[in-house]
């Protein structure tokens, strides 16, 4: 199995910059995709940022231009660097981690972590 955590929320004004950081431990094997989603009261949670095994690189529009996801492949960590934070980035954020594809003995729904939370305040 995977565990997952989250770290490196927290409470900032807009505009402010925060950094977040997801270390994934356990069966290495089961480490493939990696990312960031975030959740709000009554909304789904949404996928904010993503990194996979080859080092493709996603990120939702929202975010383009404040955003950076950077992994540490040694380390089994990615980074969500958030710059320009704005009040509706306030959320809880997720990291997930996907198991590569092919008969493992992994979890198919992949790992989350417990979350942490981001505050943005005006």
């Known amino acids: 199995q995977v565990h997952v955590v989250e770290s490196g929320g927290g409470s900032a004004q807009a505009g402010d910059s925060l950094r977040l950081a997801c270390v994934a431990s356990?069966?290495?094997?089961?480490?493939?995709?990696m990312g960031w989603f975030r959740e709000t009261p009554g909304k789904e949670r949404e996928v904010v940022a993503g990194h996979n095994s080859g080092g493709g690189t996603y990120l939702r529009d929202s975010v383009k231009g404040r955003f950076t996801i950077s992994r540490d492949y040694a380390k089994n960590t990615i980074y969500l660097q958030m710059n320009n934070l704005k009040v509706e980035d306030t959320a809880v954020y997720y990291c997930?981690?996907?198991?590569?594809?092919?008969?493992?003995?992994?979890?198919?729904?992949?790992?989350w972590g417990q979350g942490t939370r981001v505050t943005v305040s005006s």
């Open positions: 997930k981690v996907d198991p590569p594809a092919g008969p493992l003995p992994c979890s198919s729904d992949g790992y």
């Open positions: 356990g069966d290495t094997i089961c480490i493939s995709a």
